[in-house]
């Protein structure tokens, strides 16, 4: 059996595909961040409830703000029920799976947000979603 007279090199590690990894992860955080700010720019004081098990997350592609006047806003446009009911039906014509996120203000009329459950409804979107915060100081309780 041969022995090595001589030693190897050390190998060195190629870190290109580790710092690509990298740049893609943080651009894709900036990217994700930009999203969440915007928003957050719609001032909704959003309700509260305690927080009792967690609710099933929606495919939501479009938000709905009613803001507490009754003004609606489609993905941050001012529409009319009527206009909100005619846009919901084309997209979910275009694609079947489409689904909303509602948010609505606390201190706004329960009978706007009805309303625009009900072009929801109108216009054939299943996946329907609410926003709500959890009220403060309250644990998280877990189903038996």
Same mark, same amino acid.
């Given at each position: ?60 592609? +479009?938000? $709905?703000?009613?803001? &507490?006047?009754?003004?609606?806003? /489609?993905?941050? %446009?001012?529409? @009319? ?41 109108? +216009?054939? $979107?299943?996946?329907? &979603?609410?926003?709500?915060?959890? /009220?403060?100081? %309250?644990?998280? @309780?877990?189903?038996?």
């Amino acid at each position: 059996m041969p022995l090595k007279t001589q030693q190897t090199e050390t190998p060195s590690i190629n870190l290109t595909a580790m710092i690509d990894v990298v740049f893609l992860l943080l651009i894709f955080l900036l990217v994700a961040a930009k999203f969440h700010d915007q928003e957050r720019e719609m001032a909704l004081e959003l309700p509260q409830v305690a927080e009792d098990g967690t609710l099933p997350l929606t495919t939501a592609k +479009a938000t $709905i703000n009613v803001r &507490g006047n009754g003004e609606i806003y /489609l993905e941050r %446009e001012p529409v @009319t029920l009527a206009q909100l009911s005619q846009r919901l039906r084309a997209t979910r014509l275009a694609q079947p799976q489409f689904g909303v996120l509602v948010r609505g203000d606390a201190e706004g009329r329960y009978q706007r947000i009805a309303e625009v459950l009900g072009a929801c409804r109108t +216009a054939g $979107i299943r996946e329907v &979603g609410v926003s709500v915060h959890p /009220l403060p100081g %309250e644990s998280p @309780t877990t189903s038996p």
